[in-house]
C-alpha cells in the first residue's frame, strides 16, 4: 500500500511564501486523497501490487484498462507531489553551484535567464498542470498530474505544481505572484542531488 509521506518541515515553516494553511490543504488533503485512490486502483488490480509506483507510471500502456487512468492521475499525484514537497525548503531559494549551475547558464545565458523562462512556461499551462526541469535542461510541462516519466523521460530534478489547490489561499487567482514567491523556498541542495545521480 502507497503511504503519505511525511513533510520534511513543519506546515508553517515556509513562511511567507506558502502558508500553512495551504500546505495542510495540499499534503494533508489533496495529497492523501491521491494516495487513497491510487491504493483503491491497486486492490482493484491485486497483480500489480509487486510493482514500483515508477513503473507503473512509465508503463502505462500495460495495465489494465478498468484502473490505467486511475493510476495516471492519483499514481501521478502522488508521485509528483512526493517530489514537490522535498523541493522547497525553509533554507530554501538563492541559486544553484557547481556543475548544475554551469549547465543552467551554458543553456540559458544566465540564472535569471532560466528563472525567466521557467516562470513563462509556468503561467502558459493551461488550466491545472507541472513545469519541470529535465536532467538535459529543457524546461517542459505536463498536464493535470501527468509526470515526465509517462512520456519515457527521464525523472525531472525540478517541478512547480501549477494546480490552483497549490497557491488559491494565498494568492487566489494570481499563479504569477505564486511562482515569482516560489522561488524563494526552492531546495537547491535536492535539485544538485538529483543531478549528480544522473
Known sequence: MFTLPELPYGHDQLGKYISGSIMQLHHDKHHQTYVDKLNAAIDAAPALRERSLETLLSDLDSLPEDVRSAIQNHGGGHYNHSLFWQWMSPDGGGEPTGELAQKITERYGSFQGFVDEFTAKSLAVFGS??????????????????????????????????????????????????????????????????????
Open 129 to 198: 498542470g507541472w513545469t519541470w526541469l529535465q536532467p538535459d535542461m529543457e524546461i517542459i510541462t505536463t498536464a493535470n498530474q501527468d509526470t515526465p516519466i509517462m512520456q519515457g523521460l527521464e525523472a525531472p530534478l525540478l517541478g512547480l505544481d501549477v494546480w490552483e489547490h497549490a497557491y488559491y489561499l494565498d494568492y487566489k487567482n494570481k499563479r504569477d505572484d505564486y511562482v515569482n514567491a516560489w522561488w524563494n523556498v526552492v531546495n537547491w541542495d535536492v535539485v544538485q542531488q538529483r543531478h549528480v545521480t544522473k
